[in-house]
């Protein structure tokens, strides 16, 4: 539904009031919710989203790990749990609403990779990364959908890949690239049923950054090396690199965005 935008007396529209850039990627009253926030990107995305003045909700396995994390973050709640797992899912979103009241953010960051060639993939193997990568992110996403529809208001952050958008070559991850493409259209096809509801669904591609699952490549110089030649900005991410699209895709900053798929990627895609 559009709204008619007020005129002058010349007949031009009033110019809306010009916000702060703090007041535009505010997210105080919010309540995000974080998976894979035990360490990582997912750390990160948690500190940053509580530093924007969200009281965040924060899940993973390793309870020791997430209580660290939650301790840096004012208000935080951390929920240990595990995402392929639909009882502990319908655990953690009643617990965040029944602790907050409501579910504003849902950043859906849990993941992991396998890098083996296709003619030695276990087709079990394969499908459990699909479950934890894709058909997770489903299933809890329609939870905390639901959520967010009953409200009228709500926004999806899927981390996807630059590999839910190209192949890896030569480094083999079928099953990863799968479920990231997979996670990829699943954001568009979320983003179109739930535009009209108030509920918006975008995914981030990040490139390459340095984490417990890139540690083995990125610490390895014959690895970094590999990235380095195919980023055209010559390197990986820094840990705050994300931070941005993060916050552009969680804040109202983004109230005309749904269905977007952003790469923070140094290039990666560009070529
Ligand atoms: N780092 C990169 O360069 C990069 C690039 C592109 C995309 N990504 C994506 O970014 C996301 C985060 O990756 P990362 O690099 O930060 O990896 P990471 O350091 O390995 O962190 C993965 C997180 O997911 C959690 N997790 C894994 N399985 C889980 C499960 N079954 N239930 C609940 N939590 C689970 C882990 O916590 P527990 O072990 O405590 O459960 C951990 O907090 C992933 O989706 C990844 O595909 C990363």
């Not at 299933?139 to 190209?166: D, K």
Request: aromatic share 6%.
């Amino acid at each position: 539904m559009s709204t008619a935008p007020t005129l002058t007396a010349t007949g031009a529209p009033v110019p809306e009031a010009v916000p702060t850039p703090a007041a535009l990627f505010d997210l105080s009253g919010s309540v995000v919710l974080v998976t894979g926030a035990s360490g990582g990107l997912g750390a990160r995305f948690a500190s940053v989203a509580a530093a924007a003045g969200a009281r965040v909700v924060l899940a993973a396995r390793r309870a020791e790990r997430l209580a660290e994390v939650a301790a840096d973050c004012p208000g935080a709640l951390a929920v240990p749990c595990d995402v392929t797992s639909a009882a502990d899912r319908a655990r953690l979103v009643d617990t965040a609403v029944e602790h907050f009241g409501r579910l504003d953010v849902l950043v859906n960051n849990a993941g992991a990779a396998r890098v083996v060639p296709a003619t030695e993939e276990d087709p079990a193997d394969f499908a459990s990364l699909v479950d934890l990568n894709l058909s997770s992110v489903f299933a809890l996403t329609q939870l905390a959908g639901a959520r967010m529809l009953a409200q009228g208001s709500g926004s999806v952050v899927n981390i996807a890949s630059v590999y839910g958008m190209v192949a890896s070559g030569s480094l083999p991850q079928a099953a990863y690239a799968a479920s990231k493409g997979g996670l990829v259209n699943l954001t568009r096809e979320l983003a179109a049923q739930w535009a009209r509801r108030g509920v918006r669904v975008n995914a981030i591609c990040p490139g390459w950054f340095h984490s417990e699952m890139t540690t083995g490549m990125l610490d390895d110089e014959s690895g970094s090396t590999w990235v380095n030649r195919r980023t055209p900005m010559g390197r990986s991410g820094s840990a705050g690199e994300l931070d941005g699209a993060l916050l552009f895709l969680a804040s109202a900053a983004s109230s005309y965005v749904t269905g977007a798929v952003l790469p923070v990627d140094g290039g990666y895609l560009a070529i």
